[in-house]
């Protein structure tokens, strides 16, 4: 009986093994917001291919994520949603022990009250009568892979050059890959700096998706 119940554990354990290395975690980030080359994926996470692939391997053998062959290109994704929620998970309750975590999380959102009555289910309202605009910052093949309902794309890289198809009278909800993802603080400041009323929603599809809210693909 004790052998069984050690692999019992032995098997569970196998995913917290998985998900113990920050970059390995950083991944199942990154393919929250989609599938992606194994290249997209060693760029979007500063590290080497060889490296990647090799974090990539140890989550596949967790069951974590799953790939196919696309010509020359291996592409990976989540194999499944619950992934993603196991993520969200996971980082929310890190945040709710761990003060250094929430000391770093403080320094991305510079004025965390200008979301005050602007929860969730309000920003799909407001958005849906059109009294404000919910910005997509993410690179353009994220957004299609899944976005917020309502939402515009427009990449950050793109932003500067774009920024005039924005009314500047209209408040504008900005969003990126999750509360470690820095591009809508960015997105932000610029626009902050060009006269507009925008704020920062730290959610990401796998965060509005964990709380029960559709996403659009």
Known sequence: ?????????EQVARIGKALSSPKRLELIELLC????AVETLAADAEISVKLTSAHLKELRQARLVDCRKDGKYVVYRLADTSVADLWVTLRTESEERLVELQLALASIVDHPSDL????????LKRAAAGELRVLDV?????????????ALSLPLAELKKRLAELPIDLPVVAYCRGPFCLMAKDAVALMRKKG?????LTDGVAEWRAHGLPVET
């Open 196 to 200: 507009y009323h925008a704020v920062h």
């Open 138 to 150: 993410r690179p353009a093949q994220e957004f299609a892979s899944g976005h917020l309902p309502h």
């Open 116 to 123: 005050d009555g602007l929860d969730r289910l309000t920003i």
């Open 1 to 9: 009986m004790r052998e069984l119940k050690n692999h019992l554990y």
């Open 33 to 36: 917001q989609g599938e992606k």
